[in-house]
């Protein structure tokens, strides 16, 4: 009963390459998002997902690709890497209430 | 354009006394609001919530109230503790049944013993 589970937990790439961050949750929620934090912004919303198969934008998707082919896995790739990518990443799901359960995140470095 | 904010990046309380952690919005519509607190290299989790319908809610040691008037949320922590040091944000979400939120950029909270 891990509920939801990020991987990696730590990344180092470099400018350029593409990177895919996984994201596994075994409640079968619904909603799935993708939130980065960084200093001075918070949480900002990358992608979100409602369910399999629909997904939808959120306030910075640029340079950021998702797919959600299985209700439980939400993966987030970054085509070509930047080094303004470098941040923490946090995966969410949700069952269609008001709260939302987060990930233990990935910190991603891109040098 | 910032439409949740916490303005206090940090905040230092004596442990027994009140913590008060307050957050700003501009946009009417939010009909929900909530807390999350956030652990050094955690995800975070949900503290606390209240609808746009009340202007209060308790939950144990920690209250939310909301002043719609001033579009003004604000958490209470008493008696705070130690093991309430963390980054806390606020968020909002708007009804349009996605259940996406906006966030504020968070106040870290030490409580010192």
């Known amino acids: 009963d891990a509920g939801i589970t990020q991987s990696p937990r730590y990344k180092i790439t470099e400018t350029g390459r593409q990177v895919t961050l996984m994201c596994h949750q075994t409640?079968?929620?619904?909603?799935m998002f993708w939130y980065r934090q960084d200093l001075g912004h918070g949480l900002r919303l990358i992608y979100y997902s409602a369910a399999a198969d629909i997904t939808d934008k959120g306030e910075v998707p640029d340079g950021y690709v998702v797919s959600r082919s299985k209700t439980e896995n939400f993966p987030l790739t970054l085509e070509s890497a930047t080094r303004s990518q470098t941040s923490v990443y946090f995966c969410a799901s949700n069952p269609g209430t008001d709260t939302q359960y987060f990930g233990p995140g990935t910190r991603l470095t891109v040098l | 354009d910032q439409q949740v904010k916490q303005n206090s990046p940090s905040l230092s309380v004596q442990e027994g006394r009140i913590s008060i952690l307050n957050c700003d919005y501009t946009?009417?519509?939010?009909?929900?609001f909530l807390w999350y607190k956030k652990y050094p290299a955690e995800g975070p989790t949900f503290l606390i919530s209240i609808s746009s319908i009340k202007d209060k809610n308790e939950d144990g040691r920690f209250t939310v109230f909301l002043n719609k008037s001033a579009k003004h949320l604000s958490l209470h922590i008493v008696p705070s503790q130690p093991g309430d040091s963390a980054v806390y944000f606020c968020a909002a979400s708007l009804p349009s049944g996605t259940y996406k939120y906006i966030f504020g950029t968070g106040t870290r909270l030490k409580v010192l013993a």
């Open positions: 946009n009417s519509m939010f009909d929900y």
């Open positions: 409640w079968s929620h619904s909603y």
